[in-house]
C-alpha cells in the first residue's frame, strides 16, 4: 500500500531563504507526482506535476524533482516571501489508479 | 472565468440530518472526484466519477452518497450514516482521470 510522507509538517525560516521541502513515497510504480499549495481555510491550488518519466520541473521560483528509485521529491523555493506562506502538499498518483494519495502536507511560514 | 465553485462555503447541521454540497465545474472536465480533509491531515478520497452516470467509491465511501446527472456537476450528500462528518470537503476536476486535478474552494462542514 503506498504510503506518502512529507517532513518537516512545519518550517519557519526567514525571508530570502533557499528552502526545500520532502516528499516521500514507499511504491516507485507511481504515474506522476503534483505539488499543491493550500492557504488557510481553503482549496488546493497546483503548483507542479511531475510526470514519472521527468525529473524535474520548473515554474518560477518554484523546482520540483523526482526521485522515482529512491522514492522521493523535493519542492525547492527560491528567495522565500512572507506570501509564500501556505501549506504545501505532495500527492502522487500509481500507474494503475485514478486516485490521488495525499502526504499530511508542511505548513511554511516565511517571517518578515 | 472558468473554475470549480463549491456552495455553500460553511454549512451547518443538527446530527441525524443529510446534507448536500454543492460542486459546478465550467472546466469540461470529465472527471471529478469529492475529498475529505480533516485538521492537519492530507486529502482523502470518497468517490470518483469519470463520465456521466457513472461514479466509483474511494477510500472512505461509507456514509456518503454522489450522483453525476450531468458533466458540470457532482455533488456529495453526507448521511446521516456519517459517523463523523464534521470537516473539510474538497472538490476537484480532470480532463481524464491521469491529467492533473483542480481543486474547489471547498466546503466546511460542522454537525452537531
Known amino acids: 500500500k503506498q504510503e506518502v510522507t512529507q517532513i518537516p509538517a512545519a518550517l519557519s525560516v526567514p525571508e530570502g531563504e533557499n528552502l526545500v521541502l520532502n516528499c516521500s513515497f514507499t511504491?516507485?510504480?507511481?504515474?506522476?507526482l503534483q505539488w499543491f499549495r493550500q492557504d488557510p481555510g481553503k482549496g488546493l491550488t497546483s503548483l507542479l506535476l511531475i510526470q514519472s518519466s521527468q525529473r524535474e520541473q520548473t515554474s518560477g521560483r518554484l523546482n520540483a524533482s523526482l526521485d522515482k528509485s529512491s522514492g522521493r521529491s523535493t519542492l525547492y523555493i527560491a528567495a522565500s516571501q512572507p506570501g509564500d506562506s501556505a501549506t504545501y502538499l505532495c500527492?502522487?498518483?500509481?500507474?494503475?489508479?485514478?486516485?490521488?494519495?495525499f502526504g499530511s502536507g508542511t505548513r511554511l511560514l516565511v517571517r518578515p | 472565468d472558468g473554475g470549480i465553485t463549491q456552495s455553500p462555503k460553511y454549512l451547518f447541521r443538527k446530527e441525524g440530518q443529510n446534507v448536500t454540497l454543492s460542486c459546478e465545474q465550467n472546466?469540461?472536465?470529465?472527471?471529478m472526484y469529492w475529498y475529505r480533509q480533516d485538521p492537519g491531515q492530507g486529502l482523502r478520497l470518497i468517490y470518483y466519477?469519470?463520465?456521466?452516470?457513472?461514479?466509483q467509491k474511494g477510500d472512505i465511501a461509507e456514509g456518503y452518497s454522489v450522483s453525476r446527472e450531468k458533466k458540470e456537476s457532482f455533488p456529495l450528500t453526507v448521511t446521516s450514516a456519517q459517523k463523523n462528518p464534521t470537516a473539510f470537503y474538497l472538490c476537484?476536476?480532470?480532463?481524464?482521470?491521469?491529467?492533473?486535478?483542480?481543486f474547489g474552494p471547498g466546503t466546511r462542514l460542522t454537525v452537531t
Open positions: 466519477s469519470q463520465i456521466v452516470n457513472d461514479f
Open positions: 472546466l469540461n472536465h470529465d472527471a
Open positions: 500527492a502522487v498518483r500509481m500507474d494503475s489508479s485514478y486516485k490521488l494519495i
Open positions: 511504491d516507485s510504480a507511481i504515474y506522476n
Open positions: 476537484a476536476s480532470s480532463i481524464m482521470d491521469h491529467y492533473e486535478q483542480y
